[in-house]
């Protein structure tokens, strides 16, 4: 059997599942793996077949999404193109994890697409909505890779069609401490707004992971390196609390390890509202930005926030067996 196992390439949350998932696929068969997306910083551990643009969104500097150059940067002729030439149909399985690329080939050639993604669930009814509406993101996260059959992860899962997060074995075998550091990830804010902001709190060590800067820096109580995968998971694991957007991945791996967090939600990116407020309803706090007036509530956090227990089981090999099974177009004993 082959499988087409496409992935976003924005962010890391995406990709960090993806090493995980993979294996679990090529258990059922051949894989070939598509990434598009320009804005991760995690190398897959495995060949990709098809390395594409696709549509990124590119994070901004001053806490969000910056969609004048997320649509200037992109060559749509280009994405129309990737999206017709792309073989879907030589597949026996397309799973899809919130990638463009992939969706609109397999609608484009009524191919099916099965979703398997954060974004499948995000916008189910049994979760809270933020304060405010947002039309224009709520469109996206609905038509941006559209699927035959959906498919999610989210903080709180059903086990049917919605599970809790996949957290990577690299996070689960790792010892747990408390170093008194807090670790920090927030790219959307630059490192010169991320250092003015958090020396306030001039008693507390943070240890910032930057996607705008390519070498250690070190003022005081602050350390911003670049990011890298395994010095992140260690920082996060020895850390006393984590500050980091209301992504999915992130919060969903620092809430395992026993860590109390504090979100921020990117401003123009309405999945990061949608996690925001289910996170809250949690108890997990959330502010708006790293303005002063939320100095009083990081304050409160850092002195008397606690940690959110929650039971996220190993279930990522059993929930692809059961979606192989159930879309499988013929059984497996007959590959």
């Known amino acids: 059997m082959k499988i087409l196992y496409a992935v976003q390439g924005t962010g ?37 077949k098809y390395e594409l643009k696709g549509l990124s969104f590119i994070f ?94 989210h903080f709180n899962g059903d086990n049917e069609n919605i ?25 959307s804010y630059d490192d010169k707004t991320l250092i003015k902001r958090l020396s306030e709190f001039k008693d507390v060590k943070w240890d910032i992971f930057s996607k705008h800067n390519k070498k250690e820096i070190v003022q005081k109580n602050i350390i911003v390196q670049p990011i890298n995968n395994q010095m992140f998971t260690a920082s996060m694991a020895a850390s006393a609390g984590v500050l980091c957007g209301a992504g999915f991945e992130t919060p969903a791996e620092a809430l395992y390890l026993g860590k109390k967090l504090l979100v921020i939600p990117m401003k123009n990116q309405y999945e990061q509202q949608l996690n925001a407020a ?7 706090p959330v502010i708006k930005s790293l303005k002063p007036k939320y100095d009083t509530a990081i304050k409160d956090w850092l002195e008397n926030g606690l940690p959110i227990p929650v039971d996220y089981k190993d279930m990522t090999q059993e929930i692809i067996d059961g979606i192989v099974k159930k879309h499988l177009p013929f059984p497996e004993n007959e590959m």
């Open 12 to 48: 890391n949350g995406h990709l960090s599942r993806a090493i995980d998932i993979i294996p679990c696929l090529q258990k059922h068969g051949e894989v070939d793996i598509l990434v598009s997306g320009i804005q991760g910083d995690i190398k897959l551990p495995f060949p990709v």
């Open 60 to 153: 901004g500097k001053k806490g969000g999404v910056d969609l004048w150059k997320t649509f200037a940067k992109t060559d749509t002729r280009k994405l129309f193109k990737s999206i017709k030439q792309l073989p879907v149909e030589d597949y026996d399985l397309v799973i899809n994890d919130f990638e463009p690329v992939s969706a609109w080939a397999c609608s484009l050639k009524n191919k099916p697409c099965i979703a398997l993604s954060h974004q499948a669930a995000v916008l189910d009814t049994r979760y809270p909505l933020p304060k405010s509406s947002d039309k224009t993101g709520r469109f996206i996260l609905k038509h941006y890779a559209p699927a035959d059959v959906k498919y999610g992860f």
């Open 163 to 187: 599970f809790t997060p996949v957290i990577r074995q690299q996070v689960r075998n790792h010892t747990v401490t408390n170093g008194g550091h807090y670790t920090v990830y927030l790219p």
């Open 278 to 284: 289910a996170l809250a309803q949690m108890g997990v």
